[in-house]
Each structure stands twice: as C-alpha cells, then as structure tokens.
C-alpha cells in the first residue's frame, strides 16, 4: 500500500504563497490521478484540483488562475503551488492518489490570516 506525505502547510498572510509537496513511497506513473481536497472548518471537504497521468489538470472555480499543481515523476511527488492566498484558502489540505482503490495522505494545515 502507497503512503502518501503531504508537506509545506503552515501560516500566511493574505497575498502570500505557500508550495505543499505530497511525497509517495513509490512510483506514481501508475495512478491514473492524483490531486489535492481540502477541508475548513465547519465545512465539508472539497475537491480542489486533480492531474491526471498524462498531465490535464483541472480546478475548482476558487483557486483558478491561484493554484497550480504539477508533479514529478521522477521524485514520485505531486506539488500544489498556492499564489495570492486568501483567508477562505484556510484549511487542511489532503493529498490522494487513484488507481483501483484511492490513497489518502494525512493532511497540512494552511493558514492564511494577517
């Protein structure tokens, strides 16, 4: 079973940017998608953006044009890019990789508050 590190969350201020990383413990060519949820408080957890294995992305209204995910195969790590961070960004962020059944990482607090 892959296990998945997610990496990079903490506090920033409004405007700032931060780069999550979610490290997998093996090869990730073989997921068909891999991407990243998030979840604040009192609400429930949305889908934020996917890549799939030959590199289409696709995300949610929010964070377009704010967000960018990339991954590197070659590193066996997915990279969530966060630009011009608002205060309604503040949640934990997951990170999940899909092939036959789906992986869950364990979650990165972000924080965005002046």
């Known amino acids: 079973q892959v296990q998945l590190v997610e990496s990079g969350g903490g506090l920033v201020q409004p405007g700032g940017s931060l780069r999550l990383s979610c490290a997998a413990s093996?090869?990730?060519?073989?997921?068909?998608?891999m991407g990243w949820y998030r979840q604040a408080p009192g609400k429930e957890r949305e889908l934020v953006v996917q890549?799939?294995?030959?590199?289409?992305?696709s995300y949610v209204d929010s964070v377009k044009g704010r967000f960018t995910i990339s991954r590197d195969n070659a590193k066996n790590t997915v990279y969530l890019q966060m630009d011009s961070l608002k205060p309604e960004d503040t949640a934990v962020y997951y990170c999940?990789?899909?092939?036959?059944?789906?992986?869950w990482g364990q979650g990165t607090l972000v924080t965005v508050s002046s």
């Open positions: 093996r090869s990730i060519s073989s997921f068909y998608a």
């Open positions: 999940y990789a899909q092939s036959s059944s789906r992986v």
């Open positions: 890549i799939a294995s030959g590199g289409s992305t």
